[in-house]
């Protein structure tokens, strides 16, 4: 089985930390993707990657950058955490050539 | 961009019973998931289905991508089919390796014991 492992469950920040979330992926997928669930507006993807290294925008950048070092992981950061980053997020893995997706647990942050 | 629409945004079902939930999309796709939220907000495969029918123990699943639309079939539910449906469909894109989901807003089932 994939397995798709998101490095908090829950995390709490202040406004204006740089916040990193990490996610790693044990199935030599060449795609991953962070997106963010937010009630009433179901999942909204962020940014994703393709390849090491290799990065594309998403539906809503703004705040975010993205790091893939390494191709099991990809990281999302937080430069300056601002309160309505308040969210769940959610980090998912897939084989190229639009293979299903597959989520790991998430992770719910709080800024406070 | 392409729109996901799902319908009904909320069910509430006695055990039991069976269910349907659609998803509809504006424009052409060429991938097509069904996930199952649970009340932990882990996100489940359900359906890899970008066209026809497909079952997997009191699931189904059908995709007619010609006419936009995809329906998930619960039946004899039970309080563990619980929590959020989402469809998902892959926009496609130009650049070699751009596959991203875009989602519905999801269906809410309610299974009452």
């Known amino acids: 089985d994939v397995k798709v492992t998101q490095s908090s469950r829950y995390l709490v920040k202040r406004t204006g930390e740089k916040v990193f979330l990490e996610c790693v992926q044990d199935?030599?997928?060449?795609?991953m993707f962070w997106y963010r669930q937010d009630p009433g507006l179901g999942l909204r993807l962020i940014y994703f990657?393709?390849?090491?290294?290799?990065?594309e925008k998403g539906d809503i950048p703004e705040g975010y950058s993205v790091s893939r070092e390494k191709k099991e992981r990809f990281s999302l950061i937080l430069e300056s955490a601002s309160t309505n980053q308040t969210s769940m997020y959610l980090c998912?893995?897939?084989?190229?050539?639009?293979?299903?997706?597959?989520f790991g647990d998430g992770t719910r942050l709080s800024i406070l | 961009g392409i729109q996901v629409e799902q319908s009904p945004p909320d069910l509430i079902l006695q055990e039991g019973a069976n269910s349907t939930l659609r998803c509809n999309f504006s424009?052409?796709?060429?991938?097509l998931q069904w996930f199952h939220q649970n009340p932990w907000g882990q996100l489940i495969n359900l359906f890899y289905?970008?066209?026809g029918t497909k079952q997997n123990g009191r699931l189904s699943a059908t995709t007619v991508a010609t006419e936009r639309y995809s329906l998930l079939y619960i039946s004899s539910s039970q309080t563990t089919d619980s929590g959020v449906y989402f469809c998902?469909?892959?926009?496609?894109?130009?650049?070699?390796?751009?596959?991203?989901?875009?989602f519905g807003t999801g269906t809410r089932l309610t299974i009452i014991p």
């Open positions: 998912a893995s897939s084989l190229r050539g639009r293979k299903p997706q597959h």
């Open positions: 199935m030599d997928h060449e795609n």
């Open positions: 990657s393709y390849d090491v290294k290799m990065k």
């Open positions: 424009d052409s796709v060429n991938n």
């Open positions: 289905i970008p066209s």
């Open positions: 998902a469909v892959d926009r496609g894109g130009s650049n070699f390796g751009n596959e991203k989901l875009t």
